[in-house]
Structures are given as structure tokens and as C-alpha cells.
């Protein structure tokens, strides 16, 4: 085996971005440095659907992965031979997604007879919050010192498809999951509810759009947040929020059936209903947090990531916490391949030849 701490080549498929990134580590100062850091997202392909649809995820990772690789190799300035280990999402994700990054990865690490790394989507969004807080873009090729935030810490992450309360004890790869989706992920709430009032897709930053023009305004629509059970302490619900959002829809439209037209809202009460519906979501996820809080004061910071994330309001909302907290930085909160290196190099260690892909209910 190579120094597998040198050079890392990353890839990501599980959902609708095509990513590969490549990080070099340093062991004393524990530091690291990405080198390329390629996003392709497929947002256009899927935005006439309203959500995204697996056969052209897949197909359309199957068209771009060469050549992005190709590319990041050029940006990195590295030659294949250097590379230490290549790593991969093995899930959970839309299984035909994952096998165009699984096979490519695999093939790349077999033909460089370097190890092949499988790591855990939801896991790998928390490293950039843990390990590279300061990244930015522009600044690619620099190094970066690791500081992890104080533990233990309260994880959690937020996306498309997961939304998921954890505490990291006495390291980093030392996890206890607290809670999770029963239903709906918090992301896919923002997609659906943003399909509903005819907005388009991805539908939180339309709906966050939405609703910072009416902030703090009275807002005639209130919906809940807690779930029913109250042993659910720690555990996420939005498809009844969903179905809030959805009755309202139709009351203000006057249709009790058939397709809602959401776009002929007029635009102040879609943005009361974005509001609405934001404080709700967030309000959850907020809830969730506290009752872990005041269940373990051992906790010593709080630390946020995925899609969502990237919400300001979100972030204002979780500055009210009394602990210390750790926001992914807002390029780092969605799907990208430099959280996949970082978790592969400080996360649990799997051998990506042993496992199989997996799917968002054997997290
Ligand atoms: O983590 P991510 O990129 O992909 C998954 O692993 O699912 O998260 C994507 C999700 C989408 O549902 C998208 O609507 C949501 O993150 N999102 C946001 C915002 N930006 C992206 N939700 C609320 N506010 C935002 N500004
Ligand atoms: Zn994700």
C-alpha cells in the first residue's frame, strides 16, 4: 500500500451532483490541502420534474465522470502514479447513481493498485464542519491546520435526503445516532413544498428567497412543528408539515381535488407560505437540538451541516444556542467529493471491496 495519508482522489454520485475532488494531508501539523474541487450539478436536467428523477441522474453521471475526473487530475497538476487511495460514496444514495461512482472508483483504484475507500454519505457531510471550516474555492492549493471543535459534540445534519441528530464522543469516528427521518427529510420538505407553490427546483434557496421578503412581518399561516409522539425526542417528521403547507394551498386556491397550481398564488401569500412553512421546518430542527442539549450537558458544541445548512435563517436561528457552533462552510454544505477525501482520511475506515452500496435505511 501507498502512503495512503498523502494523496487522496475522491468521487461522488449518490444523488444529483457529479463530483471528484483531490486532497493531499499533512500528519504534523495535521493539515490539509484540497487540490481540485469539481461539482457538476444536474439541477437543469432535473428542474422540469420538480425533483429528481434517478434514470437521469445516473445516465447523466455515466456522461460526465471521465471527463471531470480527466479535469480534476489537470487542475491538481498530479500525475495518476501519485495518488495514495481513491475514495468513494458507497451510500446511501439512488442506487443507479452510486454504481456510476462505485464502478469508476473501483476500476481507478484497481488499475492504480491503490486502496478503494467506502464512506458513508451522511457521516462524510459533517467533515468539512469538523475539519476544513475555512474553505473556500478560491483558495484551492492552500493549506488548511485542522482544529476539531470541542467534544463531545452534537451532529447535525441536514439535507435532500437525511436529517440526522448524532453526538461524536471521543473522536471523530466515534459516532451514537439520536435520531433521524421517519419520513421526509427536511430538504426534500423545502423540494416539495417549492413544487406546490409552483417555484421550481431545488426549492430551498427559492424558498428561503421567498420568505426573507416577509420576515418578521405578522403571518396569518402557522404551522406545526412537533411531532404527535412525544417520545420522539430527537427524531424528524415533515410529511405532515408537507400536508399543511398542501391543504393551505388548496384552500387559498378554492380546488379541494386535482393538480395544484401553485404558481397563480398571488406572490404575497407564497411568500407568507415560504415563511410560514421555514419557521416550521427550521423551528423542528431547533427543537431537536435543545431537547439533546438539555438530555446530555456533557455536550460541549454543536455542529451543522448539509444542504440546508446553507439557509441564513437557519444560521440565525441556531446563534440563539448557548454552546459553541460549527457551521459546515456554505460550499461545503451540499453534495461535493472534498467531504468524501476528508471523511475517508479522518473518518472509520472501510474497505470499499467488502461492502456493498446501501440505501437510506441502513445508515
Ligand atoms: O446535502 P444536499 O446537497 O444533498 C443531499 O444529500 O440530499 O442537500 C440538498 C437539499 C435540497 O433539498 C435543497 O433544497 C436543500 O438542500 N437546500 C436548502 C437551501 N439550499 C439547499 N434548503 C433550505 N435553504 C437553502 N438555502
Ligand atoms: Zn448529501
Known sequence: MKELESLIFAVETSCDETAISI??????PASVCVLAHLVESQTESHAPFGGVVPEIASRDHLAKIHQLATQALQNANIQPSEIGAVAVTMGPGLIGALMVGILFARGFALSLGVPLLAVNHVDAHLAPALLLRDFSS??????HDISLPPLPALTLTVSGGHCHLGMLTGN???????????DDACGEAFDKVAKLLGLGYPGGPLIER????VQGEPNPYVFPHKIADKSQR?????SGLKTAVMHVVRQELG??????????LPLEKKQMIASAFQEAA????????????????????????????????FRELFATLEKPLFFAPKELCSDNATMIALWALYGPKQDGFSIQPYSRYEL
Open 210 to 213: 421567498l420568505a426573507k421578503v
Open 172 to 182: 471523530v469516528t466515534n459516532k451514537i445516532i439520536l435520531g433521524k427521518s421517519l
Open 138 to 143: 478560491a483558495c484551492l492549493g492552500e493549506w
Open 255 to 264: 380546488i379541494k381535488q386535482g393538480k395544484i397550481e401553485g404558481h397563480a
Open 23 to 28: 486532497v493531499k494531508t499533512r500528519v504534523a
Open 282 to 313: 427550521l423551528a423542528q430542527l431547533l427543537d431537536r437540538v435543545r431537547n439533546a442539549l438539555s438530555d446530555h450537558p456533557e455536550i460541549a458544541s454543536v455542529v451543522v451541516a448539509g444542504g440546508v445548512a446553507q439557509n441564513q435563517r
Open 234 to 238: 430527537y427524531a424528524f417528521s415533515y
